[in-house]
């Protein structure tokens, strides 16, 4: 039998709740300001994982370093100009998106 820890669970049930989506599909998001950038350079698991513990320390470290922060009028346009699939993830209220 597995012995998983409360951490490796709340990992695991983040990874199957992420998945490839169109832009399209999460502009209602954008609109709302709760669509949130997250860099390649960050695994997206990582900091959805971060962002559901409430670990401002860590989310605040990367938003300084630019690697996190909303979703900007130039992404967007883009996205929607180049009918951009982006992986994404649902941390209420924030959706989480990473470019392919």
Known sequence: MLNMT???????????ETSQIA???LQRFFAQG???????SLDLVKVA???AKDNKSLVE????????HLVSDQQASKW????A????V??????LIQDI
């Open 90 to 95: 649902v941390i209420k209220p924030w959706v």
């Open 6 to 16: 409360q951490e490796d669970l709340t990992k695991d049930k983040v990874n199957q």
């Open 80 to 83: 929607i100009q180049d009918d």
């Open 23 to 25: 832009w399209s599909e």
């Open 49 to 51: 994982d971060a962002f």
């Open 85 to 88: 699939q982006v992986w994404a």
């Open 61 to 68: 470290e990367w938003m300084q370093q630019q690697q996190v």
């Open 34 to 40: 709760l669509a949130v950038y997250i860099s390649p």
